[in-house]
C-alpha cells in the first residue's frame, strides 16, 4: 500500500475503509475493468479549471465530466478541463493521474455528481495506479464536503 496523505487522513478520521489492489491501470476504465468494478461505481478524479482556479470534480468512470453543470453550479464564465501536467505538483504524495477525490487535501474544491451522491459506497484511485479504496459515501460526504453537481 501506497501511504499517501489520504490514508493517514482516513485513519486520524477513523474511517473504515477497504483498500482493493488490482493489476496497473492508467484510465478509469481500464482500472474499473483491472480490480472488477462496474465502471458506474467507480468514481474518477478530473481537474477543471473554474474561473483560473483549479479544482476538483469527482464523475464515474462510465461518464464524461458535466463541464456545464459544473458551470451552472458555480456561475462561472469559463470551466475547461486542466493537463494534468499543470497541476501534478499539488499532488506530490499521488501517481501523476491516480489522485484520490479528496480535493480538500490538496486545496481545492470538489464538486461531485448527482448519480455518486446516491450511491451507498465509492471507489476511487488511492494514489496509485494499482490500488483503489472503497469506503462508505456518507463518509467521503462527511470528509470532504462536496458540492453535489
Do not use: W
Amino acid at each position: 500500500m501506497a501511504y499517501t496523505r489520504l490514508h493517514q487522513f482516513l485513519e486520524q478520521q477513523h474511517v473504515s475503509f477497504e483498500t482493493i489492489p488490482h493489476r496497473i491501470a492508467y484510465s478509469a476504465q481500464q482500472t474499473a475493468a483491472a480490480a472488477h468494478v462496474p465502471g458506474h461505481e467507480f468514481a474518477k478524479a478530473v481537474i477543471v479549471d473554474i474561473d483560473g482556479r483549479l479544482a476538483m470534480v469527482v464523475q464515474t468512470a462510465s461518464r464524461m465530466v458535466p463541464l456545464g453543470r459544473v458551470r451552472s453550479a458555480t456561475g462561472a464564465r469559463d470551466v475547461h478541463l486542466v493537463n494534468e501536467r499543470e497541476f501534478e505538483e499539488r499532488f506530490p504524495d499521488c501517481e501523476l493521474g491516480a489522485m484520490p477525490p479528496f480535493g480538500n487535501l490538496y486545496g481545492m474544491d470538489t464538486y461531485v455528481t448527482e448519480a455518486l451522491a446516491r450511491d451507498d459506497g465509492i471507489v476511487f484511485n488511492a494514489g496509485s495506479h494499482s490500488e483503489l479504496i472503497r469506503l462508505r459515501y456518507e463518509d467521503f460526504d462527511r470528509l470532504v464536503r462536496p458540492t453535489v453537481i
